[in-house]
């Protein structure tokens, strides 16, 4: 079996008095698909927060390739290799599609610029199902196209370890299937992805493993067949009086 390619143990981050991330451990080995589950407020947006260096931890290590994060810039922390989407979508909003791509291949671990950016941005766009909205302005894009934008972005940054927070959320069924195949095909080239879903569907047909969390701490973990039918998994998400 390999090495973790993301190792996180005692994960641990507070607002106040409110532990909203407690002493969390996971790990996400090269090539998978990981799931990371819970009801609303159970900490999981947070925990991608940590690894992207938004939010600074409490306590406990985050380390990609055996290599410390929790203490870089978040900045660095993209030139290390991790990339991320957004559960509320990002997109530059003064730029085109193809303006917002070169943003991201500028950041990355080799920053790309000139015409090389160029062609490379256009080819992420063919990628994403863009390639004839590249000089878009991006406020003229519908939901599913900004979230295909914000994707061919963090693909620009050519991650390692890909976050994605919620990415299917919102899509009809249509959009639904085409953005699971896009996921998919993102592992067949070698991705290794750490995704926050509520979708269910689509984290029994993408993931590996899950991790599942409640009010800041993991519960449970093993394949999705697993965790889904897990009693504790059914009551964080149910209640007990569903469960």
């Not at 993301?6 to 909203?20: E, K, P, Y």
């Not at 003229?140 to 976050?163: F, G, N, V």
């Not at 592992?187 to 029994?204: F, K, N, Y």
Request: charged share 25%; hydrophobic share 45%; aromatic share 4%.
């Amino acid at each position: 079996m390999s090495a973790p390619l993301l190792s996180i143990s005692g994960l641990t981050r507070r607002f106040g008095g409110l532990v909203a991330v407690d002493g969390v451990a996971l790990e996400v080995r090269p090539g998978e698909i990981v799931g990371l589950l819970g009801p609303n407020g159970s900490g999981k947006t947070t925990v991608l927060n940590l690894i992207s260096g938004a939010l600074k931890s409490d306590g406990g290590s985050i380390q990609l390739r055996g290599r410390a994060l929790e203490k870089l810039p978040a900045y660095r922390i993209a030139r290390e290799g991790v990339a991320r989407t957004f559960q509320l979508v990002r997109v530059l909003g003064s730029m085109t599609c193809k303006e917002n791509v070169i943003a991201g291949l500028a950041f990355g671990p080799k920053s790309r610029w000139g015409e090389e950016a160029s062609l490379a941005a256009h080819q992420l766009l063919v990628r994403v199902g863009l390639a004839s909205r590249a000089n878009v302005m991006t406020s003229e894009l519908t939901y599913i196209d900004q979230k295909r934008l914000e994707l061919a972005r963090a693909l620009a940054m050519q991650p390692e370890l890909l976050l994605l927070d919620e990415w299917l959320a919102g899509l009809n069924p249509t959009e639904l299937r085409d953005g699971i195949e896009l996921i998919r095909s993102l592992r067949a080239e070698g991705r290794t992805i750490l995704m926050v879903e509520h979708v269910m569907d689509a984290i029994r047909s993408l993931c590996d493993r899950c991790y599942v969390m409640n009010a800041g701490r993991k519960i449970a973990e093993g394949t999705p067949k697993d965790v889904l039918a897990d009693p504790e998994v059914i009551r964080a998400y149910l209640g007990d009086a569903d469960a």
